[in-house]
């Protein structure tokens, strides 16, 4: 036991992150019974397809699990009043103020988690009363902070400021991955790629193929002027880097990228004109496999790095 599967009452610290497209009720019950916790990415659901989901969830699932909640989004406020009418115990929030929500939910009785790019928010978060935060690094999948810190920079900094449970993101896909991010100052992991690639994810065959293909140096941050985002470099992100080479102003950008990008690329498989969000480490990520194999797999892997270092003398 250490803090986070205390907090989540889980076997493993292992969280399996809110992913817009990829993260419905059968991947997030799937990480739940492994063993991990498991969240639905609500940033992708209407009000009402969330609620169908968390209810799918609550009958799939024999442990707990949450939902993500990126602050980005319309219809925050019938999001959040879902989740307390279904009365779902965990909540991470993500992409916005962690002041906002956190008292509303706290005194409803929710475990309440808030995702940050750098210790300056990690503070921030701690001071809004969260019970734990997510430091995601630069190499992470999905939207990202702007400045660029990395999983290995970050982990420490935040630790060295805040006093709750630490979630490390970015970049996590292997129990090697974990054990090193648990050394620098973690209480668990939440990850996102490894699990985008799963049998279980709600993602288009087609997008999870890319993953599974894409090597080293295929994904870039870019859009940074609207919400910093990882991408893999398809048709659309030349697209978006051939606009960036004729100076455009916010609104040029913002009409290239239009409505629905994200569900054309990963829901849909449009693998020319979507967007397609993905972690660095998808170079290290070469099969589609079931949910409860990736979790045992990095288990035993977390396990043969620890003994095989436990023996390392100068
Ligand atoms: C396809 C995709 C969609 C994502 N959508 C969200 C989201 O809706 N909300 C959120 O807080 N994070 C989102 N993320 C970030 C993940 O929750 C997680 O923190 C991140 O993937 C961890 O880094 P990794 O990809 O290197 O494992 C997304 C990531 C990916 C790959």
């Known amino acids: 036991m250490n803090r986070i ?26 990480v739940s019974n492994a063993g991990g916790l498991g969240l639905i990415g609500a940033g992708s659901m209407y009000p009402d397809v969330l609620r169908e989901h968390i209810q799918k ?30 009365d779902v115990k965990i909540v991470f929030t993500s992409a916005g103020n962690p002041k906002t929500w956190t008292s509303f939910l706290k005194e409803k009785g929710i475990t ?21 935060i997510v430091a995601e690094g630069f190499e992470a999948g999905g939207h990202n ?44 992991v939440q990850v996102g790629s490894r699990f985008a690639a799963s049998i279980e994810s709600s993602a288009h065959n087609n997008f999870k ?37 004729k100076c455009p102003s916010k609104e040029d950008l913002i009409e290239l990228l239009g409505r629905a990008r994200a569900k054309k690329g990963m829901f849909e498989g449009d693998l020319e004109e979507g967007e397609l969000e993905i972690g660095q480490i998808a170079g290290l990520i070469h099969e589609i496999l079931p949910v409860e194999q990736i979790v045992q797999e990095m288990i035993a892997d977390f396990k043969a790095a620890r003994e095989e270092k436990a023996t390392f003398e100068f």
């Open 5 to 30: 599967t205390k907090l989540f009452n889980i076997k493993y610290p292992i969280i399996q992150g809110g992913m817009i497209w990829n993260s419905g009720y059968k991947l997030a019950s799937a």
């Open 57 to 86: 969830c609550k009958k799939a699932a024999d442990r707990s699990f949450g939902v993500n909640i990126p602050m980005l989004y319309p219809n925050i406020e019938e999001i959040m009043n879902i989740v307390v009418e279904e």
């Open 112 to 132: 309440v988690v808030h995702v940050v790019s750098s210790s300056v928010f990690a503070l921030k978060a701690q001071e809004a009363g969260v019970d734990a």
């Open 145 to 188: 902070g702007r400045d660029e810190t990395t999983t290995l920079t970050l982990i420490p900094m935040v630790k060295e400021k805040i006093q709750i449970p630490i979630i490390a993101a970015g970049g996590i896909a292997t129990g090697r991955g974990m054990l090193a991010a648990m050394v620098l100052g973690a209480d668990g």
């Open 209 to 245: 193929q890319t993953i599974v293909n894409i090597k080293e140096g295929d994904t870039q941050l870019t859009l940074k002027e609207l919400a910093p985002v990882r991408l893999v470099k398809n048709k659309f992100y030349n697209d978006v880097q051939a606009l960036y080479e």
